[in-house]
């Protein structure tokens, strides 16, 4: 049963247009929200984060936007730049006993970027 | 600071036979994962620590052990190797907030084949 579900496994965008990512969850007791980037042969990297009790997060380009009556977040990119072009995780932190750090993630997204 | 380390960056194994990942952060982490992601999927949990001698079992541990004797080692032992166990495996570490996100860093992974 997946908990966190990335429902497109791809989007492809012109350079300096808005790329936006979306993210579905079930379990509305998650914390926190978190984007991560991959890029090939390399790990995941952190990108940008949300609480639960907030509804927006912005950081130079990137913006996550959390509607938790619809288990819903997206992260929006403007403008789009052809290296934002990799795979992009939505996680989320559930609260557990001595810490909140285990993530569950969804698939991916593979986003690319056309110059 | 490097920040995590794997070793070997790839590994072909035959079918029973025996390995170990290494894994090695210098950023003084508390907590430590490994995670496994099979083509098309998410990154799962097999295994975390939060603390030299303590580990515990995440999402798909059976066929993995883990121990953690440092701070900045954590090793992933694969006894008796299956072809459902070719994936790429990431370690990453965190300091191990209990409030607020608590970012993850991963290492680049091991590729790693059963045949």
């Known amino acids: 049963d997946q908990q966190v579900k990335q429902n497109s496994p791809s989007l492809s965008v012109q350079e300096g247009r808005i790329s936006i990512l979306n993210c579905d969850y079930t379990?509305?007791?998650?914390?926190?929200f978190l984007w991560y980037k991959k890029y090939p042969a390399e790990g995941p990297t952190f990108l940008i984060s949300?609480?639960?009790?907030?509804d927006k997060n912005e950081d130079g380009r990137f913006t996550v936007f959390l509607n938790k009556s619809a288990k819903h977040l997206s992260l929006h990119i403007v403008p789009s730049q052809p290296g934002d072009s990799a795979v992009y995780f939505c996680?989320?932190?559930?609260?557990?006993?001595?810490?909140?750090?285990?993530?569950?993630f969804g698939k991916g997204i593979t986003l690319s970027v056309r110059p | 600071n490097a920040g995590v380390t794997q070793t070997p960056k790839f590994r072909i194994l035959k079918i029973g036979q025996s390995m170990t990942l290494q894994c090695t952060q210098d950023?003084?982490?508390?907590?430590m994962y490994w995670y496994r992601q099979d083509p098309g999927m998410g990154l799962k949990l097999i295994y975390y620590?939060?603390?030299?001698?303590?580990?515990d079992k995440g999402e798909v541990p059976n066929g993995y052990n883990v121990s953690r004797s440092t701070t900045e080692d954590f090793p992933l032992r694969l006894e008796l190797a299956a072809p459902s166990q070719t994936s790429v495996y990431f370690c990453?570490?965190?300091?191990?907030?209990?409030?607020?996100?608590?970012?993850?860093?991963f290492g680049p992974g091991t590729r790693l084949t059963v045949l």
């Open positions: 949300i609480s639960s009790i907030k």
């Open positions: 620590s939060v603390g030299a001698g303590i580990t």
């Open positions: 996680a989320a932190s559930l609260v557990t006993t001595g810490a909140n750090s285990k993530l569950t």
């Open positions: 950023m003084n982490h508390n907590y």
């Open positions: 379990n509305s007791m998650f914390d926190y």
């Open positions: 990453a570490s965190s300091y191990g907030t209990v409030i607020g996100p608590d970012t993850q860093y």
